[in-house]
């Protein structure tokens, strides 16, 4: 089935520690994007890429870092930066940038 | 930067009553607009959207919702609603030809009692 696996679902980061949620596509899509949902704000775009070896900042970049090495993934580290990072993380895709977003189903990082 | 309003947060309806959740935006150029639903344990999905010409937009599952350009809204309404659509729903906005960038709204969360 051709979708957005998130992995993984659920993500503990101690203090001072940096961490990386996955974000794998197999819908051959160009572009990918991270949100952070935090409850009754909605989503808020952290990066997004429109294509391979680029990207750009969201709305709140602070605090975390992208790659996007090859099509299929665009994995997100939270780093120590990051003094808030308690949310659910969204990942999703689109094959142009006019056409519907899709979504993975999330990962929920907690602070230990 | 543009920016998104819900004004409910959480709504409860019968079965068979008549939907309406509030969007406004802040932008006051060309913009795409956008409601993604999110069910229970599912992923968030495009419901419907609203690039151009005719400003009531009808989606999956029965939804409509109208662009009112002087009102800067995107209401989204349902006749009569059905237990199965409990769930979240999402308004979204990007500026048009601005890239996928879409600012989201905080959410209204539906729950319909049988």
């Known amino acids: 089935d051709g979708g957005i696996t998130q992995s993984p679902k659920y993500l503990f980061r101690k203090e001072g520690q940096n961490v990386t949620l996955s974000c794998e596509q197999n819908?051959?899509?160009?572009?990918m994007y991270w949100y952070r949902q935090d409850p009754g704000q909605g989503l808020r775009l952290i990066y997004y890429s429109q294509i391979v070896n680029d990207f750009q900042k969201g709305d709140i970049a602070e605090g975390y870092s992208v790659s996007r090495e090859k099509k299929e993934s665009f994995p997100l580290t939270v780093t120590s930066a990051q003094k808030n990072p308690t949310a659910f993380y969204l990942c999703a895709s689109s094959i142009s940038s006019r056409e519907k977003l899709f979504f993975g189903s999330g990962t929920q990082l907690s602070v230990l | 930067a543009q920016s998104v309003s819900q004004h409910n947060h959480h709504v409860i309806l019968s079965e068979a009553a008549s939907l309406e959740l509030g969007c406004n935006y802040s932008y006051g150029g060309t913009v795409n607009l956008f409601w993604y639903v999110q069910y229970p344990g599912q992923h968030l999905q495009l419901l419907l959207k609203y690039f151009s010409g005719d400003p009531l937009v009808k989606g999956i599952k029965g939804f409509e919702a109208e662009f009112i350009k002087s009102k800067f809204s995107f209401n989204l309404r349902k006749p009569s609603v059905q237990w199965s659509d409990t769930a979240e729903y999402f308004c979204?906005?990007?500026?048009?030809?601005?890239?996928?960038?879409?600012?989201f709204g905080g959410g209204t969360r539906l729950m319909v009692k049988p």
């Open positions: 979204a906005v990007n500026v048009y030809n601005a890239g996928n960038m879409l600012t």
């Open positions: 819908l051959n899509h160009d572009a």
